[in-house]
């Protein structure tokens, strides 16, 4: 049993928030995003966030820090796009591996220096390991509802790539988020599988969809219960929701996922829903007495934020954690 695994089984862990919330505020130019490194790039960068940790690693670093100082016991690395499939709108394919194994070096550097300060509350970093911008099990054209702009095998190359990198940079966990299409996320899970075998690795893998919409499904069709079972084949530290719904619209599946399986779960919500301009209103204390909910009901294990959510939110989110025990599991 991992040391993440020893302690979940005592209280509730905290996650960070949104990474791309608090860059934004940074305003970077397109010069800030090139930096030295990428300054002659043939093609425009800006926006490209994941590069940030090459470039502005200091930022990054800034920004894991604020989160565990408001409280969370978990980070993300900055990888959320960080495969070739997500880098070839930026021309950067070719850098998976350096953007995925600088993000993870960062995030363990400032997570074992908070840990060294308060070795009773150790930091935990997790790869961050998102959905792609492509889907597996739907047709991006509705003219021809056959066609897939993306293979099994080929997003299995790419996850397994990232994972290598995420890996040799020091993470605790694995994170597949954000999981639209149930297809892409096996694929993941295939990949990283794989490697545990091929290198005897102990890393725990959590797993996080999303809901999208008022039907209660994911966007390839799935409810929470179909999600469930697709990757039950997998041990798994822990499935949980994020992103898309705020706290109160996400709290009904979140009880749906407490009957469907006997496991870890975990949630991280955005602040709300996004308003006319795509910001997020809600405040600190509004996402913490929603997400209080969760914690009344016990129905998890790990909680954070996702988008829109900052160090102030987290940190009153951190505090009402403390006062609950977390879900138990059936052994």
């Given amino acids: 049993m991992t040391k993440i695994e020893k302690i979940l089984n005592e209280r509730i862990l905290v996650l960070d928030g949104a990474m791309g919330t608090m860059l934004q505020a940074y305003s970077f130019t397109e010069d800030d995003f090139r930096g030295t490194q990428f300054k002659d790039h043939p093609c425009p960068v800006q926006g490209n966030n994941d590069m940030l940790s090459i470039t502005q690693p200091e930022a990054i670093k800034a920004v894991h820090q604020k989160y565990f100082d408001a409280g969370a016991d978990i980070v993300e690395t900055n990888t959320f796009s960080s495969t070739s499939i997500g880098m070839a709108d930026y021309q950067m394919e070719d850098w998976v591996y350096e953007l995925n194994f600088q993000s993870a070096k960062i995030a363990r550097e400032v ?76 694929a993941a899970l295939f990949a990283i599988d794989q490697l545990k075998q091929e290198n005897q690795w102990d890393v725990p893998v959590m797993v996080s969809g999303t809901i999208t919409d008022a039907s209660g499904r994911t966007l390839s069709g799935q409810t929470v219960e179909a999600f469930v079972v697709s990757i039950s084949h997998i041990p798994l530290l822990s499935i949980g929701f994020n992103c898309a719904l705020g706290a109160d619209q996400l709290l009904p599946y979140l009880r749906r996922l407490s009957t469907a399986t006997e496991g870890l779960i975990s949630a991280h919500p955005n602040a709300g829903l996004p308003n006319a301009f795509g910001a997020y209103d809600q405040t600190p204390e509004e996402m913490r007495d929603l997400i209080e909910k969760y914690l009344e009901e016990n129905l998890v294990n790990i909680i954070g934020g996702c988008c829109g959510s900052t160090p102030d939110h987290i940190a009153l989110i951190a505090a009402a954690a403390e006062k609950y025990t977390p879900r138990k599991i059936s052994k």
């Fill in 111 to 186: 997570a074992d220096a908070t840990t060294a300060k308060d070795p009773n509350k150790p930091r935990f970093v997790a790869g961050s390991i998102g959905p792609t911008n492509r889907t597996a099990s739907m047709s991006p054209d509705v003219n021809d509802p056959g066609y897939r702009a993306i293979t099994f095998d080929q997003l299995v190359e790419a996850y397994a790539a990232q994972v290598k990198a995420l890996v040799a940079g020091g993470v605790d966990v694995l994170l597949v988020e954000t999981v639209f299409d149930t297809l892409n996320a096996k």
